[in-house]
């Protein structure tokens, strides 16, 4: 899927001198990127596997849902804090500098449901990693990640050990 990287905007110094940001929003407005991309984030999973897909905020709102429709299963979404209006799970996890810190309703999964976790981009592993311990801390089982990019020197599949990681481009 190296092919796919044509398609993805690099910015470098963005949003700070000293990153190279990959834009996913080129490869989105071309249909048939896109409609690789949601291929190849399903490929290999097997319907009856999972029981739901969950998004990770913000951008992997771009694809899980669009996942979980062409699997025939429901989308979850996780969220930054105060944006969930029911009752809540958390998670607070490590970022670089500080923390931040995840959210999913309480009744969002169910004990013993199997999740495949969808996000644009694996890099160091923290915010991954955190969902997945949502998850587990309501009773579900991390069926699998799914994500469009991994950047592979952040070494972030690392903290996944364990799970299965699909990553359609790699950096």
């Given at each position: 899927m190296d092919h796919l990287k044509q398609l993805i905007r690099e910015i470098p110094d963005w949003p700070k001198p000293g990153i190279l940001f990959y834009d996913i929003t080129t490869l989105m407005k071309d249909a048939k990127g896109l409609a690789e991309v949601i291929n190849g984030l399903k490929a290999g999973v097997i319907p009856e596997d999972i029981d739901v897909v969950l998004g990770i905020e913000a951008r992997g709102y771009f694809f899980a849902p669009t996942v979980a429709h062409a699997l025939?299963?429901?989308?979850?979404?996780?969220?930054?804090?105060?944006?969930?209006?029911?009752?809540?799970?958390?998670?607070?996890?490590?970022?670089?500098?500080?923390t931040d810190t995840l959210e999913i309703h309480r009744d969002a999964v169910q004990p013993g449901e199997r999740v495949l976790?969808?996000?644009?981009?694996?890099?160091?592993?923290?915010?991954?990693?955190?969902?997945?311990?949502?998850?587990?801390?309501?009773?579900?089982?991390?069926?699998?990640?799914?994500?469009?990019?991994?950047?592979?020197?952040?070494?972030?599949?690392?903290?996944?050990?364990?799970?299965?990681i699909r990553s359609l481009v790699h950096y």
């Open positions: 025939g299963k429901g989308f979850v979404p996780v969220r930054k804090p105060k944006k969930l209006p029911w009752q809540i799970e958390s998670v607070e996890y490590a970022l670089e500098y500080g976790i969808v996000d644009d981009v694996l890099a160091t592993g923290g915010t991954a990693a955190a969902v997945a311990k949502l998850v587990e801390k309501l009773g579900g089982k991390v069926a699998g990640f799914a994500f469009v990019i991994e950047l592979d020197f952040l070494n972030g599949r690392e903290k996944l050990n364990g799970y299965p």
